[in-house]
């Protein structure tokens, strides 16, 4: 497995700000992905980051809410753009890593509340 | 859509066996089954996978049925600390389609 380190771990937004989420791993990875869990419910993929081009998105998620940056193997960013109470979500952080059969492993989240 | 069905919730007595089903019907060829389990307040925990056989690793045993059209996820000596929501997913590992989706699982309540 790798360390997958998340930061924040833990916030509180106000409503109409944005908020970027850093995700970085010890290892060399294949794929890194972000998915969201709302309160009660079970996890979302948001995106694929494609490092050095544009992340791809799923359905009904844009990248003009969740801009997703990846300029290298091991490092991501998940931006939640003008929030509101709605984004309150756990947001995580997912890699496949190079030589490890394509399981896919998880951060421990970031805990956002948009008041 | 998550292409498994788990029932909702299951009861265990600590230190005995955790037997957690999983029906994936429409499972193809080349679509492994893959289990994560996420205790409260933690991102989801790799347990483990297979294609066919039967695989068994330091935290659990799966078991898949000859005609892959069901699988169960056995804990064999359940503690409190494996109270949690466990998924059972079915994915490709091959090619591009690395994508892991995930449907309600099952929460498993270990009691004492």
């Known amino acids: 497995s790798a360390v997958i380190s998340q930061k924040p771990s833990r916030d509180i937004c106000q409503r109409g700000t944005s908020l970027t989420i850093q995700c970085q791993v010890d290892?060399?990875?294949?794929?890194m992905f972000w998915y969201r869990q709302q309160p009660g419910q079970s996890l979302t993929l948001i995106a694929t980051?494609?490092?050095?081009?544009?992340?791809?998105?799923e359905s009904g998620f844009v990248i003009d809410k969740f801009p997703i940056s990846r300029p290298n193997l091991t490092f991501s960013t998940l931006t939640v753009s003008n929030m509101s109470p709605e984004d309150s979500s756990i947001y995580l952080c997912?890699?496949?890593?190079?030589?490890?059969?394509?399981?896919?492993?998880f951060g421990e989240g970031s805990w956002l509340t948009v008041v | 859509d998550a292409k498994t069905t788990q029932p909702p919730s299951m009861d265990c007595a600590e230190g005995r066996a955790a037997n957690l089903p999983c029906n994936h019907s429409?499972?193809?060829?080349?679509?492994?089954v893959y289990w994560y389990r996420q205790i409260h307040s933690q991102g989801p925990q790799y347990i483990i996978h297979?294609?066919?056989n039967n695989e068994t690793n330091e935290m659990a045993s799966l078991i898949i049925t000859e005609d892959r059209k069901s699988s169960t996820l056995i804990l064999p000596h359940a503690t409190l600390r494996d109270t949690a929501v466990y998924y059972c997913?079915?994915?490709?590992?091959?090619?591009?389609?690395?994508?892991?989706?995930f449907g309600k699982g099952t929460l498993l309540t270990v009691n004492p």
């Open positions: 297979g294609l066919k």
């Open positions: 980051a494609n490092q050095g081009s544009e992340a791809t998105y």
């Open positions: 997912s890699v496949s890593l190079q030589g490890d059969g394509n399981t896919i492993y």
């Open positions: 429409t499972i193809s060829g080349n679509e492994y």
């Open positions: 290892s060399q990875v294949t794929m």
């Open positions: 997913i079915v994915r490709n590992s091959g090619g591009s389609n690395y994508k892991l989706t």
